[in-house]
């Protein structure tokens, strides 16, 4: 091998370790932001005067689609700074229980992504997933 080529592979291997430090800093790791959404009630409540006792055949409190939706949305914009985030979509039905999951599918720059919802609390928090 000539002088010349052992000098060139030797400053690319130089170039590299110097490019390598200068990336030292971690990627960001991919963030949830907690939104506070005011739950509906379930109007599905039956009472029972026999026995003084009431009894409910609904889930419970549910979240709103519609207003999760916006605010899903405000998140990935706000927080997530994507641009061109179009229709999100939320399931109906979704009862607020700690802990419970379920996903809402949004289109970000034309492509259908999925967001995954982690419900924090019984008062309606939720966590906001980053879009995969």
Do not use: H, W
Not at 68 to 88: F, N, P, S
Not at 111 to 121: A, H, Q
């Amino acid at each position: 091998m000539s002088r010349r080529a052992v000098a060139t592979v030797g400053l690319c291997c130089a170039a590299f370790a110097v490019l390598s430090a200068c990336s030292d800093t971690p990627a960001p790791a991919p963030a949830t932001k907690t939104v506070t959404v005011p739950p509906t009630t379930s109007t599905s409540v039956t009472t029972s005067t026999s026995g003084g006792s009431s009894s409910s055949s609904a889930p419970g409190r549910v979240f709103d689609p519609r207003t999760m939706q916006a605010d899903v949305k405000k998140v990935l914009t706000e927080t997530y700074q994507l641009r061109d985030v179009g229709d999100v979509l939320c399931p109906a039905n979704q009862t607020v229980k700690d802990g419970s999951t379920f996903s809402c599918t949004v289109q970000v720059g034309g492509e259908g992504k999925t967001v995954t919802i982690t419900v924090t609390g019984e008062d309606g928090r939720y966590e906001v997933g980053a879009p995969g």
